[in-house]
């Protein structure tokens, strides 16, 4: 199995410059939403909004260097059940909207809401949306698989550290084998910093599949089978994120036991 011996970003530009590129858009978005709503009159929200599909496809673009640089094939299977997982989220939801609410007067979603009320046509709207969703769920797909991807390179770093113990795997699932359980609790200077690559993994993998379990259950809201309401939303994306962290935790230990035992290829 052909594995880089590499999991710093410095040296993996492609995948740094993709970190860097998604860090920088998602403050410039908590930014809009800050300014949007602490000062209205400032608001940079239409432009931002004119502004997502490009954003987005950029970042695909992105991660398709990424991928060039990645030789490991991700597993068929675990791909295809992330994938069916991420865009029947995305189906649903958009489907069980434009069917209960074909003119869009009930939709929430701050973006879409900001060309409606701004007067552009619904044919604009349906386009404009369509395009981000589209890009969106491919974006998604694709870290998906970007992850599968580089998930031997992971792998081997792990078993490189040989952790002893529960606490020891997990620092050296997070990036932080090589340092002392202070500084991988408490980091006091940059040097005591985990390495990002092992970090961005379950970050990645967390937010692909919480922010899909929340698009299901808006759907669900959306069919009138469960009721609407703001805080089991946020409910539901709270424990999306925390069982995926657990169940990334718990198939990264067993992918590992398989590495060390011969089994993992």
Same mark, same amino acid.
């Given at each position: 199995?052909?594995?880089?011996?590499?999991? +710093?970003?410095?040296?993996?530009?492609?995948?740094?410059?993709? &970190?860097?590129?998604?860090?920088?858009?998602?403050?410039?978005?908590?930014?809009?939403?800050?300014?949007?709503?602490?000062?209205?009159?400032?608001?940079?929200?239409?432009? !931002?909004?004119?502004? =997502?599909?490009?954003?987005?496809?950029?970042?695909?673009?992105?991660?398709?260097?990424?991928?060039?640089?990645?030789?490991?094939?991700?597993?068929?299977?675990?791909?295809?059940?992330?994938?069916?997982? &991420?865009?029947?989220?995305?189906?649903?939801?958009?489907?069980?909207?434009?069917?209960?609410?074909?003119?869009?007067?009930?939709?929430?979603?701050?973006?879409?809401?900001? =060309?409606?009320?701004?007067?552009? +046509?619904?044919?604009?709207?349906?386009?404009?949306?369509? =395009?981000?969703?589209?890009?969106? &769920?491919?974006?998604?797909?694709?870290?998906?698989?970007?992850?599968? *991807?580089?998930?031997?390179?992971?792998?081997?770093?792990?078993?490189?550290?040989?952790?002893?113990?529960?606490?020891?795997?997990? *620092?050296?699932?997070?990036?932080?084998?090589?340092?002392? =359980?202070?500084?991988?609790?408490?980091?006091?200077?940059?040097?005591?910093?985990?390495?990002?690559?092992?970090?961005?993994?379950?970050?990645?993998?967390?937010?692909?599949?919480? &922010?899909?379990?929340?698009?299901?259950?808006?759907?669900?809201?959306?069919?009138?089978?469960?009721?609407?309401?703001?805080?089991?939303?946020?409910?539901?994306?709270?424990?999306?994120?925390?069982?995926?962290?657990?169940?990334?935790?718990?198939?990264?230990?067993?992918?590992?036991?398989?590495?060390? !035992?011969? !089994?993992?290829?």
């Amino acid at each position: 199995m052909d594995v880089p011996t590499t999991v +710093s970003l410095h040296q993996n530009r492609p995948l740094r410059d993709f &970190v860097v590129y998604g860090g920088a858009v998602s403050g410039g978005l908590v930014i809009d939403m800050v300014v949007d709503l602490l000062l209205p009159q400032y608001s940079f929200r239409l432009a !931002t909004t004119y502004l =997502l599909p490009c954003l987005v496809i950029c970042g695909l673009g992105l991660l398709l260097r990424v991928n060039r640089t990645c030789t490991p094939r991700a597993s068929v299977s675990a791909t295809l059940l992330g994938v069916l997982f &991420v865009a029947g989220a995305a189906a649903t939801d958009l489907l069980s909207t434009v069917f209960v609410n074909p003119d869009l007067s009930l939709e929430a979603n701050p973006y879409v809401r900001k =060309l409606i009320d701004h007067g552009h +046509s619904l044919t604009f709207v349906y386009a404009h949306t369509g =395009l981000t969703q589209a890009a969106s &769920v491919l974006l998604l797909c694709g870290l998906w698989v970007t992850f599968l *991807k580089h998930l031997p390179v992971l792998i081997e770093s792990i078993a490189e550290s040989q952790p002893a113990g529960r606490i020891e795997f997990l *620092k050296a699932a997070t990036g932080g084998s090589h340092l002392t =359980l202070r500084q991988w609790l408490v980091p006091l200077r940059m040097s005591e910093l985990p390495l990002m690559f092992h970090c961005l993994w379950p970050l990645a993998v967390s937010i692909i599949f919480a &922010v899909s379990l929340l698009r299901w259950y808006v759907a669900l809201e959306w069919m009138d089978v469960i009721e609407p309401v703001i805080l089991w939303r946020g409910l539901v994306l709270f424990v999306g994120l925390s069982m995926t962290l657990a169940l990334y935790f718990a198939i990264l230990a067993q992918l590992y036991r398989r590495r060390m !035992t011969g !089994t993992f290829s």
